[in-house]
């Protein structure tokens, strides 16, 4: 959640993600606005940084991110092959764990996320909230 707070402070989307794989961490979070990038999400600046790093594209490991992730990232997760995505709260509109559609755990993909739903389902999800609310409210 302090990941996604740095987005936040730049304008973007507070979304974090942190990405465990051999011992090694790799944090990030939204960037589309800084960037500017519609595939600067968490999810997808983690994964990069950890292929640069590890040298291949079949990365594993354990991704931890504050909200589901949307279809692009899902694909991502599954064509790097990450074994495991634990976050916090749905999208229902837009997540791809579960809510909206199912792609990690589609038996159309070659390769199945194991998926942990709502971890600080509640905190994040208001995290969120108050980030749009903030953007709603008249100058």
Known sequence: MALAERAAAAGDVPIGAVLYVDGLTFEAWNEKEARPDPTAHAEMIALAAAARELGRWRIGGTLYVTKEPCPMCA??????????????????????????????????VNHRVAVTAGVLAEETAAQLRAFFAARRRPE
């Open 75 to 108: 694909g991502a997760l599954a064509a790097a092959r990450v074994e495991r995505v634990v976050y916090g709260c749905p999208d229902p509109k837009g997540g791809a764990a579960g809510s909206a559609i199912d792609v990690l755990g589609s038996a159309a």
